[in-house]
């Protein structure tokens, strides 16, 4: 049986960032973006907080909270409902509980009693960002909200016999029951962020819950190296409806544990079936194999590229590649 | 006399990445790109390999090698000589030189004698960049083309009282005698990638020209850490004609020197008047203080988000620079 070819580490960024770019791809960009319903609140009626597919809008028709506006350009869908935060929280409760009940959303069958924010344009002098409202965490494909978590790469690094730093990275491969992307490969630790959460807070429980890892060293030791983004349109591999859109924001972490073995990721729930402790060259083998979870190989890659590990020389997209990792998204960021 | 208030690091970024974004500033981007007119070559007539002001677009009308139209949308100024490399790089050289001659540019009149590459879109099965031509390098903003350099941070580590990592950079000062961005501070070593040269090796050379590291030093220890690309407008700090495009992308590597002091940058030629080893609180104060030259403020910052001295949690604008210092251009990359 023939085995598919690899896929080149350029593949593996338009399998995940797969919105088509403005820059780029302007026709496209523009097909889509017209199309689709632009998720606004009646306080900034400008910005755009989401993208939402017309078989979603169409359940959002004749809802007394929202006004669908199928004739503007953009098309749009305005929460007109509630005047601060709590208030369109309840809004968007009551409307993403009513979508569930109807049975009609497979990815409302995943729900997760997790609140994910949604930020307006920063306003007044101190350029804050304002919390518009939250939202249940597996609603937000439908809504193409921009959600943020932090993922984190242990790794060890040794001197090796050419004098260069040899390094191995803590591989993680999913439960082979969980719901989504079972039995793939992760990052060391990773999470989504929710309302109110900080994100090196929420990096600090993730450690503890998902690897093991002592509180005191993520807190003296991980270090914060950027972040990775993308706007993914969901495909057969994320499970639920196809074609639902997932801006992400990725706070990007490292940690090198000592080499010694003194202190090594374990699983502590059922999220992780086993940790690897890979050489650059069997990560890269499984990030030709698709075996990451798509996400969490566009992480890997920015870790490599961050430590020297793929350079311009050796990587025939790397110019495209370094920009791709950390897309401008269209949306508020917190 | 009331000093100015000191400029946040998104005030550094927007003064660097000057042309608007089409993501987030639609209407903007597209007023530029459809007044200007876009450099394209016969082989390639649907891609854009830079933008020309209408200012320039008026001398290079009536010229036999080109052909202008202006009722196109976009407008366009095509190549129409030379069927190869060669052939078009000398009908270019000879453009440019009449351009000189005329004396009507000033940015002309630093002429380097140093041809910078052009590329086309990948092609065929191995997705080869095809160089289309070379440009010297003074007339690249004329054209709006894309240029490559490499930049280079060298620092020392230690470990504080607190356990934690302290940095200290090496910064140099440009000589006040310099043409361009005189007096001003900038990254360790820092240069263009000129037609044929590879981008380490023309790290090699500058850390030699501007600083005497050591070849194999640098050949053992420099790591490239990703890139930063961005797309300036010229201003009068630039000196010569304002508002010419500089869409550029620069390769990123650090440096780290022994902390005892056994090897430190030193001028070696009259391009750097002096090198200052600097905390990261002193680099923040020259940052604040605009005294860096503006791409070389944009590839400290991305050295201090790479080593978590700036995060998430102490800089309002993080998510958005972190993506901003990584500009996807609309130009075929090398």
């Known amino acids: 049986m023939a085995s598919n070819p690899p896929a ?5 960024i338009n399998e995940c960032d797969s919105f088509p770019h403005p820059t780029t791809s302007p026709q496209a960009y523009h097909a889509y973006t017209t199309t689709l319903y632009h998720l606004r609140v009646a306080a900034h009626p400008e910005t755009t907080l989401g993208y939402i597919l017309p078989d979603v809008a169409a359940v959002l028709h004749n809802l007394p909270d929202w006004e669908v506006d199928d004739e503007s350009i953009p098309r749009t ?9 709590a208030a369109r929280s309840d809004v968007v409760a009551r409307t993403t509980e009513a979508m569930r ?11 997760r009693n997790e609140l994910y924010p949604v930020y307006g344009p920063p306003s007044g002098a101190s350029k804050k960002k304002e919390l518009l409202f939250s939202m249940e965490r597996c609603a937000a494909p439908l809504f193409g909200i921009v959600t943020y978590g932090v993922h984190l790469t242990a790794y060890t690094r040794t001197t090796g016999a050419d004098g260069k730093d040899e390094y191995k990275i803590w591989v993680p491969r999913r439960a082979r029951t969980k719901q989504t992307y079972g039995g793939m490969l992760d990052n060391t630790v990773a999470g989504g962020t929710a309302t109110g959460e900080g994100f090196f807070e929420s990096l600090v429980r993730e450690c503890d819950e998902e690897a093991s890892l002592p509180e005191e060293l993520v807190r003296s030791k991980a270090k ?3 972040t990775v983004t993308y706007f993914y349109i969901r495909n057969a591999t994320a499970g639920g409806e196809t074609g639902l859109f997932q801006p992400e924001c990725q706070n990007v972490y490292d940690l090198e ?4 073995g003194s202190v090594v990721p374990k699983p502590n729930d059922d999220e992780v079936e086993e940790f690897y402790h890979w050489s650059v060259s069997e ?5 030709g194999k698709r075996e990451f979870k798509p996400n969490c190989a566009l992480v ?17 997209d790397y110019l495209e590649i370094t920009t ?11």
């Open 324 to 334: 791709r990792l950390h897309r401008r998204l269209e949306f508020p960021l917190a």
């Open 224 to 226: 914060q190296c950027g």
């Open 300 to 316: 890997i890659l920015d870790f490599l590229i961050r430590h020297g590990l793929i350079t311009v020389e050796d990587e025939r």
């Open 8 to 12: 080149s580490n350029l593949d593996l």
């Open 101 to 111: 009940m109807t049975g009609h959303f497979k990815v409302l069958e995943k729900w």
């Open 77 to 85: 869908i305005t929460l007109i409902s509630g005047s601060n935060e």
């Open 283 to 287: 990560v890269r083998e499984a990030l």
């Open 257 to 260: 544990l000592p080499s010694d």
